[in-house]
């Protein structure tokens, strides 16, 4: 979902507040579903109830000639055990008697009252701050993905690019340490997982960003 908003046009306010309501649309539909499952509960025993005596009197019927077939053709042996016709076979089963008692409620004879459901009302205010929050992360978002692909197509087109040196100018126009931290790493990261680029850490090299306390090594990108 995260990539999905990164990919949107965070300048264009109709859009987030769009994201919103599809937000709200679905949590409503979501809960009406829900109150409707609930509802198809109560009357599933009724149901099958119903299906149950449309189908008894066939079962009856079945039942009575089923038994009817087995005192005609059924007989007893020397030992006055009952043999029955062939192609049924006679068994006894064995059953070991549970320690415990357990009881379960069946939900569809007895189910559960249902609970009051809370309706709460919306917070206008509240919901313009989570627009407003969500526009700054996506703007803050699309900014670091700019500035990323920039590093690497000064990487493309020069075929090697010190990090370090981009970190200083994107600082020196940005001036915002959270972005261009996110940058740093994340140019990092993509670099890494680019079999085509070579990233060489020259630890012997300290660079200080002018205007700050920040020391960093010098970290060559190379195609």
Known sequence: MTSQLIDLDSTNDAIVKRISSTTYFFRTIRGRLKTTDSKLNRIRPRIKELFSSLNKPEFNAKTERFIDYLLEESSLDSDKNVVFPQGIQSFIKYEERARLVLLDRDRELFPLKAKKRIAYERDEDAEKLNQAALSAIIKES????????????????????????????????????????????????RAHTNPKIKVTIQKENLRTISSTNITLWDTIFQM
């Open 142 to 189: 699309n900014l670091v993905k700019e500035l990323i692909d920039k590093v690497f197509g000064k990487l493309e087109n020069n075929k090697t690019v010190n990090l370090v040196k981009e970190f200083e100018e994107i600082y020196n126009t940005n001036s915002d340490f959270t972005v261009v931290s996110k940058v740093y790493f994340g140019c990092i990261e």
